[in-house]
């Protein structure tokens, strides 16, 4: 069902990745750091650190893109997933 | 002290906002039948409605009130988790998914029809149908209050945007777009408050320097002051905690409510179905670091570098008007104020306004850009709490109210029809119940009472009817009347320490029992109500015609194949995953002994 839900959210952390990272470096040396987050650029840092996690979702639904054509259901229905039931009980 | 968000953080919420409308638009073109509205089509991976298990409980009132009672009782509070969570989640994935999965029911009350019959359906289709609708306009109304108090946004504004928001990508894209939305903000949570945690942990020099300044024993240990309710700040003692919150509470609430349970019933096989809770189990055991421990820093923090920044910032009005920080607060966790702006007092003390602590922990810790990411994460929760409420309750009216007493013979146009207006219709009444919950506090915390009655002694139906196979409808549908009978006859006769009669229990004329704390009454009376239920099912089952043995396959364990497992690893197989996430959380209640 739909599409592969990796896709929208390595979008996402690599739009808000490189955003701060961006910020990150022109507000470099900013009172809001020493202010805040103890002088630590997290703007810069944690960043950089959406932005190779929203690039590693992006890969990955790439590669598993290309490789399972059908994807969505790696383990599907190995398994019976209908128990047997008689009448009585009938689905509605 | 109120912060100000820069053009940037606007910016980041902006962007999240158009991510979570476009999700909902592109899956609009799959939404063919009712069963895509509703179910996704039973075609989502384990991870993915494993992640969803976790987030759609992991709303406002969790990351917000779990912080709060982190501030309040410290690390007791991932007793929630640790007791709480956990083993039930385990117990709902290994035992009782085969029959919420393999019985092919489309929601939890259709579950009770196929086993019991018709008047239990409807008994807890319609508490249910009214108690979300419900619950999601009390969160509304938190949230609005939240954003207003903590940046100045207005009330009104806030609800309709998020409500407006929820409403189109639930309308949609149904349960897939609820779905997707949640593992999103599983990452969002996960990826704005490590920082958090980190930056709070290393401002208090660590778990140790944490230990020395909260300079309370009680707070840094789960079980060890938990022989006598008086010796820890819950007021609970180890019985009740393990009876009332780790088996009737966490019970009844992980393994029979609807809006969890949906996510699993979406899976793509009853193997993923099974894992689904144990996955979330796996990262839900390692959340009060994110959500208990900013509470519990912001209780001790110094806002030493808040003093600087005041300087700049404004400060909220109808408050004292202070440089630094609040005057009679803790560590950086406000007051509540009165009408004329003075701190609140009660008893001489002053009563601290904790659901401000995990918020006031953004403020201080983030600086415009992570404080839009960190804000981001807050809304997200907020709106995926809405969100899951919402496809609960389209689902449960549709099917179970609609489809059953109002017109069963449409067509499935019909019912996916039906779904998008039930979720324009819950979501306006929620709208509607935010308001009432603004104007009349009151009027909602007696219906929160109720549900909490209705609620308490459903587990005891759902364990009998799933694994005794005699248990007959009349037995369940007597036992839920009277375990909701017992739980408020219990609350009537019985009050916490320190209360007076009223919404805090001894309405009843004359008082039995004072229990040490809220907590502790509300755990017992779980238990009262579900003992009730218990013995009460039992007693009418035997009493009454049992089913034939054939019509139960499928729906009771003893009638029922076990599920075969072929061609899976180990780890994919749910009782190894099982044995490592039980593992892990013993492992967790004896480091934090």
Known sequence: MGFDIRMPIGALFSVFGLLLCIYGAITRGSTIYAVHSLGLNVNLWWGLIMLLFGVGMLSLSRLRGKRLPDKGRPNGDKTSSVLPRKKGAKQI | ?593
């Open chain 2, 1 to 593: 002290m109120r912060p100000e968000p820069q053009w940037i953080d606007y910016v980041v919420i902006l962007i999240y906002f158009a991510f979570v409308l476009g999700i909902g638009y592109v899956l609009k073109k799959y939404m063919k039948t009712s069963a895509d509205f509703f179910l996704s089509g039973r075609s989502i991976p384990a991870w993915i409605t494993g992640l969803a298990f976790l987030s759609a409980n992991l709303g406002a009132q969790e990351v917000i009130g779990m912080g709060a009672s982190g501030a309040k009782y410290g690390i007791m509070t991932s007793n929630f988790y640790w007791i709480g969570a956990i083993p039930a989640m385990v117990f709902v994935g290994i035992f009782m998914m085969p029959f919420y999965y393999g019985s092919r029911a489309r929601s939890v009350p259709e579950y009770l029809k196929l086993r019991f019959d018709e008047k239990t359906r409807g008994f807890n289709a319609i508490s249910f149908a009214v108690m979300t609708v419900f619950s999601s306009g009390v969160s509304m109304y938190a949230m609005g209050k939240l954003l207003q108090l903590l940046l100045g946004w207005n009330f009104n504004g806030a609800i309709l945007v998020s409500a407006l928001i929820v409403l189109a990508y639930t309308f949609l894209g149904g349960l897939t777009s609820a779905i997707y939305n949640e593992v999103l903000q599983f990452f969002l949570i996960v990826i704005g408050f490590i920082p958090l945690v980190f930056l709070g942990l290393k401002d208090v020099e660590g778990w140790a320097g944490l230990k020395a300044r909260l300079a309370n024993e009680a707070l840094v240990h789960t079980w060890k002051y938990m022989a006598n309710a008086s010796d820890n700040p819950m007021g609970v003692e180890w019985f009740g905690m393990i009876m009332g919150l780790g088996f009737v509470l966490s019970f009844g609430y992980w393994c029979t409510d609807f809006l969890v349970v949906q996510r699993a019933m979406a899976a793509n096989s009853m193997t993923a179905a099974r894992r689904t809770p144990l996955i979330a189990a796996f990262f839900k055991m390692f959340f009060p670091f994110l959500v208990i421990l900013p509470g519990m820093i912001a209780g001790v923090v110094a806002s030493s570098n808040l003093e600087r920044a005041s300087v700049q910032q404004s400060v909220v009005p109808g408050t004292p008007a202070q440089s630094s920080f609040y005057v009679g607060g803790r560590g950086i966790i406000p007051p509540k104020y009165d009408a004329e702006g003075q701190p609140l007092l009660r008893d001489g003390k002053v009563v601290l306004d904790y659901d401000l602590a995990t918020p006031m922990m953004l403020v201080r810790f983030f600086p415009s850009g992570l404080l839009g990411v960190g804000l981001c994460a807050l809304l997200a929760s907020f709106m995926s709490g809405m969100a899951g409420n919402t496809t609960a309750f389209n689902t449960v009216w549709t099917y179970d109210i609609y489809q059953s007493y109002i017109n069963k013979t449409a067509s499935d146009r019909h019912y996916l029809w039906m779904g998008r207006f039930a979720t324009v219709f819950g979501l306006g009444v929620s709208v509607v119940a935010a308001y009432v919950a603004k104007e009349f506090n009151n009027i909602l915390d007696v219906l929160q009472l109720v549900f909490a009655f209705v609620n308490a002694p459903l587990f005891a139906t759902f364990m009998l009817g799933m694994f005794w196979k005699r248990a007959t409808g009349h037995g369940a549908f007597c036992g839920l009347l009277s375990g909701t009978a017992a739980a408020a006859i219990h609350h009537g006769l019985t009050l916490p320490r320190g209360s007076l009669p009223g919404l805090k229990g001894g309405y009843l004329g004359s008082v039995l029992h004072v229990y040490p704390s809220e907590m502790a009454q509300n755990f017992w009376t779980a238990i009262f109500a579900w003992c009730t239920c218990f013995l009460v099912t039992v007693i009418i089952s035997l009493f009454s015609r049992p089913r034939v043995a054939e019509e139960l396959r499928g729906l009771v364990y003893s009638e029922t194949d076990q599920p075969e497992e072929l061609g899976l690893q180990w780890y994919e197989k749910p009782a190894p995953l099982a044995a490592v996430v039980v593992a892990l959380a013993v492992a967790l209640n004896l480091i934090f002994w």
